[in-house]
């Protein structure tokens, strides 16, 4: 399994746009980047994969470096619900298990 | 959107009895999984089952744990003889299609071993 690096923890003012940073230096090529979240008391989230373009979704966007050894997860406008842990998840397949890291725990500030 | 449903959310019992914690999955999914997470630490893959069968289990999975899936909606995770190390949050999930793009978790079943 690739190996990733997130900050623990990561603070934003609510309303303003969040960039949340994974290294996944040892990713294969054929590894999707995948982006989970878990809310308070919740069940972990998905919330956008990609390869190597960019991708947007309804919840977030998702810049994937050139060279793929680093992503990041873009909210644009945090809101106190995006309070969470998020986790960076590289898989070759959506059903293959999934490997938790630490991840990184956002606080929105109000 | 669909969901994956969890029951009971809380579940205490003595250490040493069976507990049976219980999952419908989305109804047209194929793919089912249970994860757990002890309190204050990562979330950790247990099993996979396709088909009837194990597809996959980590070495969390032991004898004491099994999985079933009874009837066309339930996929339960049976825990013989619980110890106290077996308290934690246990999560489902469930997929359609192992090419698809997200798996969809319930919202756990926090297991108390006293």
């Known amino acids: 399994d690739a190996k990733t690096t997130q900050p623990n923890s990561m603070e934003s003012n609510e309303e303003e746009p969040v960039h949340l940073p994974c290294n996944h230096s040892?990713?294969?090529?054929?590894?999707?980047i995948h982006w989970y979240r878990q809310l308070p008391s919740q069940g972990p989230e998905y919330v956008i994969h990609g390869l190597t373009s960019n991708v947007n979704n309804r919840m977030a966007s998702l810049a994937i470096a050139e060279d793929r050894k680093s992503s990041t997860l873009i909210l644009h406008r945090a809101t106190l619900r995006d309070a969470a842990v998020y986790y960076c998840?590289?898989?070759?397949?959506?059903?293959?298990?999934?490997?938790f890291g630490g991840g990184t725990r956002l606080m929105v500030k109000p | 959107e669909p969901e994956v449903t969890q029951t009971p959310s809380h579940q205490v019992t003595q250490m040493g009895q069976e507990v049976i914690l219980r999952c419908v999955p989305i109804?047209?999914?194929?793919?089912f999984y249970w994860y757990r997470q002890i309190l204050g630490q990562k979330v950790e893959f247990l099993v996979s089952?396709?088909?009837?069968?194990?597809?996959?289990k980590s070495e969390i999975f032991d004898d004491q744990f099994s999985v079933e899936r009874p009837d066309g909606s339930n996929f339960t995770l049976k825990i013989r003889s619980t110890k106290l190390e077996d308290s934690a949050m246990y999560f489902c999930?469930?997929?359609?299609?192992?090419?698809?793009?997200?798996?969809?978790f319930g919202s756990g079943t926090q297991l108390s071993v006293l």
């Open positions: 998840i590289p898989l070759s397949n959506a059903g293959n298990m999934l490997t």
């Open positions: 040892t990713i294969s090529g054929t590894d999707y």
């Open positions: 089952f396709y088909n009837n069968e194990i597809s996959e």
């Open positions: 999930a469930s997929i359609w299609d192992i090419r698809n793009e997200k798996l969809f």
């Open positions: 109804s047209n999914h194929l793919y």
